[in-house]
């Protein structure tokens, strides 16, 4: 993170306003399967965890999170793909359509999941309408690493993950290593 934008941030929690890092649930943990429902009215409640969950995704450090992975199980994400890690973008009750047939495959990883990554295929070109943090409407159609983000976010709002789109065989290794790390402590 480039050391300003890390400076200001730090001034600003620490006079203005005050903010948390949530713990984020980690696979196989059955409360990541929840769909979450749609925010009816957005309210400072929302805003806080907004601020809440993108000071725990820079601070993971991540590109996205979804409520349903710090247990909250409302229809709200938050992205960074920015390389000064300084352009937070905010995605509530998110609609996507894709606009044609092409895939793109891209390395995915997923804090849910830590230190495992593999390769998912995905919709290269789609519309996505959401509610900002003003519950104000917008509507984008993101490229690249923001289109794969949001899809892979979205997912977590269905209760989805991304090993989920691996072979069988490749999910078995990944549940193989994680019951080894659990007994190793
Ligand atoms: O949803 C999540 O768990 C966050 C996930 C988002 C994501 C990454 C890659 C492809 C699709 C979706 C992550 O942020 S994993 C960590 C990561 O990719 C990263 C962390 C620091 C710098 C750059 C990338
Ligand atoms: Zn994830």
Redesign the pocket.
Known sequence: MHCITQYVRSIYQQFVQRMAILDILEYPDPRLRTKAKPIATVTDRHRQLIDDMLET?YD???????AT?VNVHEQLIVIDVSEGRDTPLVFINPGISVLDDELRA?E?????VPDYQDTVKRPAHVKVQALDRNGDPFEMQPDD?LA??IQ??MD?LNGKL?VDYLSSLKRQRLRTKIAKRQRAG
């Open positions: 995704m993971a450090p991540g590109i996205g999170l979804a992975q891209y995915e990883g997923c804090l849910s690493l794969v983000c892979h976010e977590h991304f």
